[in-house]
């Protein structure tokens, strides 16, 4: 067995450099501050020639070294083992047989060995408790001061003389998942759909995640079937979805969103997900670029239940406190994966809005994510869930309600250009003039989208009866925009993420132009250009549609 520190890359580099191969060998890895997929882990291992992979849970990460510990506080105690899948879901998530088409009785399935996603090396997660004895039993050089974990001794790097035998036990069966999925019919437009979604699927109780979210959406299903009983309609359909298998490669939503592609490319306004509704006090959001503004707005008009502030003042006061820069925007507009609106996003391209609150948390699908974790440390009172179902079913409903839709493409061309003006500041001479070209193609997508924003204004500020032709083009055209974003053949080597602007990075974290910055990286010019021209016809696109 060899200590791998977090299991990137560059942490086996440092190994190799300390002249230990990981060929062969077991490899013990953290999950690591900041937090990488597991499945990035699994896939860097498995490059790498290991043979087995360990994961444990480093009392520095998120036990004692945090602060107190379960029953006496929010932190993981030496026994908690955080479970989690290591499906390469970065690159196609959803059911690993069958990729970019929905797995439904009959449908063609690959054999397990053919699939790009499967893993082909063991996994196990461990407590600190069970990795001690392990680790305490590794001779070779003293870690990298980075790499010294909370444990009280010296982490050596190995290898051996401590050896793992390690045995999984599978099921490779093809079973049943179930998603549930209701709806309330539009009154005027029943086919636009604003679809909402939450798992159902935990690893153990799982309090926090996902049932703070279900709990959330069946309040909301409760209360918004209320309304409806008492004779209210809303103007557009709102479809409620209770994802099944999310904590296996996002299977439920992304299954769901495959089989009814055409549909929501269609009619899919928006898709606005919960996964943990509340771990702590502390709101969090991501949209897309469209939906920042709005999103803001959401948080101004609901109250924070303990000090009576707005949520909007109470994200300020939080920034504020960590030092974070003014520039950092309130809601989150880089939008990763690690949840259900990845499919909606990356594969049909709709609009996604993404909330939760959050805090101290070091229980993740561990056992501890019970109800006496929730009910003593996360939300008491249960305050938070409340509040926030208040805030999702605020946002579902102004987008369902809405007259013309409040999607901001103005900001979006902004980020975008901010974007590109990153990759352009790195000097890369090879595709600057590219670059340049598409700067202001952006500059000129811009223009179009603030001349309709304010087209939009003036007509809902003269109070008159606004045509429903007028009012259907400009809808058609706000949610066509979003899918001029995105291409058929996807980017470069992961053709199932369609969208130009946004996927995520193999570890999860957002990554914006990925077709560019991905060709950029390797120092691929041609790529580079071909992906450059791709987006430039995916902003022309956009701007004719505006
Ligand atoms: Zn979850």
């Not at 501050?33 to 480093?58: M, N």
Request: aromatic share 10%; hydrophobic share 35%; glycine share 10%.
């Amino acid at each position: 067995m060899v200590y791998a520190h977090g299991g990137n890359p560059e942490d086996y580099d440092r190994l190799l450099e300390m002249g230990i191969d990981i060929k062969g060998k077991i490899a013990l890895v953290r999950y690591s501050e900041p937090y990488s997929y597991r499945g990035f882990k699994a896939l860097t291992a498995q490059r790498r020639g290991a043979a087995g992979l360990l994961i444990y849970s480093d009392p520095r990460d998120d036990g004692y070294v945090r602060g107190d510990v379960f029953p006496n506080g929010p932190w993981g105690p030496e026994s908690h083992i955080q479970r989690g899948g290591i499906p390469f879901d970065f690159i196609v998530p959803g059911d690993p047989l069958t990729p970019g088409w929905a797995s439904i009785p009959g449908a063609t399935r690959l054999k397990p060995e053919e699939s790009e996603t499967l893993p082909k090396i063991m996994a196990v997660p461990l407590s600190h408790k069970e990795t001690r004895p392990l680790l305490e039993n590794l001779a070779g050089p003293a870690v990298p001061p980075e790499w010294q974990g909370g444990l009280p001794f010296t982490y050596h790097v190995g290898p051996g003389p401590a050896k793992v035998h390690l045995k999984v036990e599978m099921d490779n069966s093809v079973g049943s998942i179930w998603n549930v999925v209701g709806k309330i019919k539009g009154g005027e437009e029943p086919d636009k759909w604003v679809v909402i979604g939450n798992h159902r699927d935990a690893w153990v109780y799982g309090a926090v995640d996902p049932s703070s979210g279900t709990s959330a959406l069946l309040g909301l299903a409760q209360n918004l079937g209320q309304l409806v009983k008492d004779g209210y309609r809303p103007k557009r359909s709102i479809v409620f979805c209770n994802w099944d298998a999310e904590e296996n490669t996002l299977t439920g939503s992304t299954e769901w969103a495959e089989q009814y592609t055409d549909k929501l490319k269609k009619d899919g306004v928006v898709y606005i997900n919960v996964d943990s509704a509340a771990s702590g006090p502390y709101f969090g959001a991501a949209a897309v670029p469209s939906l920042g503004d709005f999103m803001l707005q959401i948080t101004q008009e609901v109250l924070d239940p303990y000090t009576g502030k707005t949520i909007y003042e109470a994200m300020e006061q939080h920034r504020q406190g960590r030092n974070q820069k003014e520039e950092t925007g309130l809601i989150e507009t880089r939008v990763g994966s690690g949840s259900d609106h990845t499919v909606f996003l990356n594969f049909v391209c709709m609009p996604v809005i993404g909330m939760g609150f959050d805090g101290p948390y070091g229980v993740c699908h561990s056992q501890y994510d019970d109800f006496f974790w929730m009910s003593h440390f996360g939300d008491p009172q249960f305050c938070y869930h409340a509040t926030l179902a208040t805030l999702w079913g605020m946002t579902a409903l102004r987008l369902a309600n809405a007259q013309i839709f409040p999607f901001n493409f103005e900001a979006y061309a902004g980020e975008i250009g901010s974007y590109v003006k990153e990759i352009v500041s790195q000097g890369e001479k090879p595709v600057s003039p590219d670059l340049n070209l598409l700067v202001s193609r952006i500059e000129s997508f811009q223009k179009t989208a603030q001349e309709l924003n304010r087209h939009i204004e003036r007509l809902l500020s003269q109070g008159t009866k606004i045509s429903s032709e007028i009012l259907q083009a400009i809808n058609a055209a706000l949610i066509q925009t979003e899918r001029d974003f995105g291409f058929p053949g996807g980017i470069p080597k992961r053709p199932w993420f369609k969208h130009l602007i946004y996927a995520c990075k193999f570890t999860y974290d957002p990554e914006v132009l990925p077709g560019v910055t991905e060709a950029v990286e390797e120092k691929d010019w041609a790529r580079a250009k071909e992906q450059i021209s791709l987006l430039d016809k995916a902003v022309s696109r956009a701007d004719r549609t505006l």
